[in-house]
């Protein structure tokens, strides 16, 4: 087809360009009147990728930060916080309920009812304006309000911001606060715990009547029964050994008690032999000289059996001193012993209440210390969230220019016109021939059948059937 062609083609179907020329500036005319021009704010808010570990105190990184920021965008996009909005904006003078109310009206009847709140509605409608996007690499959240007039775009989204923070802030201060009176609870109750404690221990000296007890005094005690404990092991030996001197001289022949093999330590003994010896002596020479009737024999005999009697009487009397004193030591050995085991029980058990108290004291120091930051946590007035960028008004607007709008709605209107035009066109045209039929249709004819001619003057219609 050259462009003569085209140009008869064009004239021959002026009305049907003319339509669609015309339905596209209508359409341009309409969008650009009615699609209101509005501009954007942003506002950038610094959310802390960090938490604090409620076990230990300690400050550690986030493991989720999307979905910690994610958390953080519901928040700000919540009603609480658009409430927040409407009553900054109410006490600014930059926002005025009374310009809801008829729309309010239309479009929930104005019935007081439970969530139909005029105020309720006005923070809906903020909220459909505003876009929150969370950035997990940076760790903010952009905040963006969309309004006709840039500047209240910009007060908006500043009172989202700060209304935002003060939500988070208002959180953190109710989290620590009930935190500090948990801690103030239970720092009562520890208090009350040192204190019956150090109640026991002094209710313990006192029915006890004991000073504390160093470890220095029960060494000693210790060290003292050991060497009575030594003692009397060497008194048993003393005792078995002095009981085998006796039983030995119980079956010695008396006179055979002069050369008793008798111990240092046994002296009457010994000196009782040294005189039966002499007095033996003696008695050997009178019998030699006088015979046994002889008085000084008779004396000598009398002194002899006495000095026997005397060796044997100290070998009975340093067993039975030994047996006396093994019985002495092993009576000093029980007490010692049932003193320093009272001595000890009474250590041990004095050492338990002290760890006790102390233990009491350390955990009650450890508490408060604890209730104490958790209380300065609660008067922090910016904890996690800082403002980066505050909204400012542009100057740009945030939709599309004027003139592209109407390029735009030039374009959708000629193509809806074009389209509603070859539609009426062929609903209401006429099939010339069989071959233009065959041709658009790509189709083979069968016969061609002739309508009559209606009433009113119209031109007879051809219809068409296709082949199977």
């Known amino acids: 087809m050259g462009v003569l062609d085209f140009l008869l083609v064009a ?7 003319g339509w669609a020329m015309m339905v596209g500036l209508g359409v341009a005319l309409a969008l650009g009147v009615v699609l209101p021009t509005k501009y954007e704010s942003v506002a950038k808010v610094q959310v802390d990728s960090i938490q604090r570990n409620d076990l230990t105190g300690l400050v550690e990184p986030r493991v989720r930060v999307a979905e910690y920021l994610g958390q953080q965008a519901a928040v700000a996009a919540s009603r609480v916080v658009a409430l927040k909005v409407i009553d900054m904006l109410v006490a600014d003078g930059a926002l005025v309920l009374a310009d809801y109310e008829s729309r309010w009206r239309k479009e929930t009847g104005g019935e007081l009812v439970a969530g139909n709140d005029k105020r309720l509605w006005a923070a809906d409608e903020l909220l459909r304006d505003l876009q929150i996007t969370a950035n997990d690499i940076e760790s903010t959240l952009e905040l963006s309000y969309r309004a006709e007039d840039p500047a209240q775009a910009a007060r908006i989204v500043n ?17 620590f606060s009930r935190k500090a009176a948990s801690f103030s609870d239970e720092t009562r109750s520890l208090a009350d715990d040192v204190n019956r404690a150090q109640d026991e221990l002094a209710a313990y000296r006192e029915e006890s009547g004991i000073l504390p007890l160093g470890v220095q005094k029960i060494e000693a005690a210790e060290v003292e029964y050991a060497a009575l404990t030594a003692r ?17 001289a119980q079956t010695t022949p008396r006179d055979q008690l002069v050369n008793f093999p008798l111990p240092d330590d046994a002296i009457p003994g010994r000196q009782a032999q040294m005189r039966l010896a002499a007095v033996a002596a003696t008695l050997a020479r009178i019998a030699d000289r ?4 002889y008085p000084d024999y008779i004396e000598a005999a009398r002194e002899k059996a006495s000095l026997e009697q005397n060796i044997l009487q100290s070998i009975i009397d340093r067993a039975d001193y030994a047996t006396r004193r093994v019985v002495a030591l092993e009576a000093s050995a029980a ?12 250590r ?18 450890l508490v408060a210390t604890r209730s104490l930051q958790e209380a300065l946590q609660a008067r922090v007035d910016s904890i996690d969230v800082f403002l980066l960028a ?3 008004p542009s100057s740009k607007p945030a939709t599309p220019p004027f003139w592209i709008v109407v390029l735009l709605g030039v374009a959708a209107g000629a193509a809806i016109g074009a ?3 070859v539609f009426i066109e062929l609903y209401e045209g006429r099939v010339r021939s069989a071959a233009a039929v065959r041709q658009a249709l790509r189709t083979q004819i069968t016969g061609e059948v002739t309508q009559p001619r209606r009433k009113g003057g119209f031109a007879p219609r051809l219809f068409i059937r296709k082949t199977a």
Do not use: C, H, W
């Not at 004239?11 to 360009?17: A, E, N, P, S």
């Not at 009172?159 to 989290?175: G, H, L, N, P, W």
């Not at 048993?236 to 030995?248: C, I, T, V, Y």
């Open 11 to 17: 004239r021959m179907r002026r009305l049907i360009i």
């Open 159 to 175: 009172a989202f911001a700060s209304a935002y923070m003060e939500t988070i802030i208002d959180k953190k201060q109710r989290q």
């Open 232 to 248: 009397l092991a060497e008194a048993r030996a003393d005792e078995a050994e002095a009981l085998s001197l006796l039983r030995q």
């Open 290 to 293: 006088f015979g046994p009737q």
């Open 335 to 346: 007490q010692m012993k049932a003193d320093l085991t009272e001595m000890q029980t009474m």
């Open 348 to 365: 041990q058990k004095y050492d338990l209440l002290e760890n006790k108290v102390s233990a009491s004291q350390d955990t009650y120091n």
């Open 390 to 392: 505050r909204g400012v």
């Open 419 to 421: 389209g509603v035009a």
